[in-house]
């Protein structure tokens, strides 16, 4: 599993969060890294923040999906922003699901396990 924010804290929470449900994680505090890292590595799932610098999470999306390698990995967006637009326009762009921040480690680990049992 990938976990993609530029929130240092709220990344280190996530991580601790799915490591204790024994969920090897790896983190990238923005965009740019996590796509360097997925030239030779792929993921089960993709946890992507929508508001980083240099390179919004909408974009890396778009990125992931335009690749014939990564496109299969599933990703959940998972941001404070919940505008209607940016919502529309995740599920657009291939997100598979939308998760508002903060969120509960229930709600979470439900949508992840969700959606890793539908492969």
């Known amino acids: 599993m990938v976990v993609i924010d530029d929130d240092d804290m709220y990344r280190e929470m996530i991580d601790a969060m799915l490591e204790s449900e024994t969920m090897s994680v790896k983190t990238f505090n923005?965009?740019?890294?996590?796509?360097?890292y997925?030239?030779?590595?792929?993921?089960d799932i993709i946890l992507l923040d929508y508001m980083m610098p240099n390179l919004n999470g909408l974009?890396?999306?778009?990125?992931?999906?335009?690749?014939?390698?990564?496109?299969k990995i599933p990703v959940v967006?998972?941001?404070?922003?919940?505008?209607?637009?940016?919502v529309v326009g995740s599920m657009k762009a291939g997100a598979k699901a939308y998760i508002v921040k903060p969120a509960n480690q229930t709600l979470?680990?439900?949508?992840?396990?969700?959606?890793?049992s539908a492969q």
């Open 30 to 36: 923005c965009g740019i890294a996590a796509i360097e």
């Open 38 to 43: 997925f030239q030779s590595e792929t993921a």
């Open 59 to 71: 974009a890396v999306l778009r990125l992931l999906k335009s690749s014939a390698t990564l496109s």
């Open 77 to 86: 967006m998972l941001t404070g922003d919940s505008s209607k637009e940016i």
């Open 108 to 116: 979470l680990l439900d949508k992840i396990n969700s959606i890793l």
